[in-house]
């Protein structure tokens, strides 16, 4: 089932809907930085940086690192969300289970980042934290898989729209 294109062209979707869960997982990242550590939440975005830069990327004197994180960022939670809106009209779950698929959809990100991206990134390792990893994983259900489960609904569900074997 391959979209077709009717009122509302797919790339300003999938942007929209990126834009808004990276703000999302971004937010809720700051939050969850400042609420453990009370230190400057710019370090998010610096140690999201690092993947690509490594430790240059904690100087305090490379000022724009901060920003690549940020761009890093919500260039990852794109990609994420256009492999949902990739899956979305393939696999029928997900539109008859939103907020399961959502659920499922924010397990598999955490799974992905942790477990394949971080460690073939540059970023420091870190322990292990149950706490942690439950924190992470709960963000990325409430703050990317629902948010985009229903985005990727709304879109592929609107009046008007049909797929190539309808």
Do not use: C
Request: charged share 15%; net charge positive.
């Amino acid at each position: 089932m391959l979209p077709v294109k009717e009122n509302k062209p797919l790339l300003p979707a999938i942007l929209a809907a990126g834009l808004l869960t990276g703000i999302l997982d971004g937010f809720a990242a700051v939050v969850q930085y400042l609420i453990n550590t009370g230190r400057n939440p710019v370090m998010v975005f610096r140690f999201i940086a690092s993947g690509i830069f490594g430790k240059p990327a904690f100087d305090p004197e490379a000022t724009f690192m901060p920003v690549w994180g940020l761009f890093f960022h919500l260039a990852i939670a794109t990609i994420f969300t256009a492999i949902f809106f990739f899956l979305y009209p393939r696999i029928p779950f997900f539109s008859r289970n939103r907020i399961t698929g959502g659920v499922i959809y924010g397990l598999v990100i955490w799974l992905i980042m942790n477990r394949i991206v971080l460690p073939l990134s540059n970023t420091p390792s870190l322990p292990f934290k149950l706490k942690s990893a439950v924190t992470g994983i709960l963000i990325l259900i409430v703050a990317v898989g629902i948010p985009v489960s229903i985005l990727a609904a709304r879109y592929y569900e609107r009046p008007g729209f049909r797929t190539e074997e309808q």
